[in-house]
């Protein structure tokens, strides 16, 4: 989550790693995140391969935000996504 309210959907092996990077705002945090402070990691799921990870991201990112905080909620369930 971030100031603003908006939801940001990443890839990464490492969680507590990359949002470190984005509260930095260093050169490895995404574009999203110079304009964006973060504040906090809503929800992360464990994929079973790299490519599941990036289609599940696409997926999510394809999402409205209606839907979005829905499944940060625990009210859709990511597993529909996959």
Known sequence: MH???S?????????????QEHMSQAKP?????RARKAI???LSHACISKRQAYQ???KIKRLNKC????????????????
């Open 3 to 5: 100031h603003d309210n």
């Open 7 to 19: 939801l940001y959907t990443g890839v990464t092996t490492n969680v507590e790693r990359r949002f």
């Open 29 to 33: 945090a995404a574009k999203y995140f």
């Open 40 to 42: 906090s990691v809503e």
């Open 56 to 58: 599940l991201e696409y």
């Open 67 to 82: 839907l979005k905080e829905q499944l940060v909620r625990g009210l859709l369930d990511i597993n529909q996504l996959l």
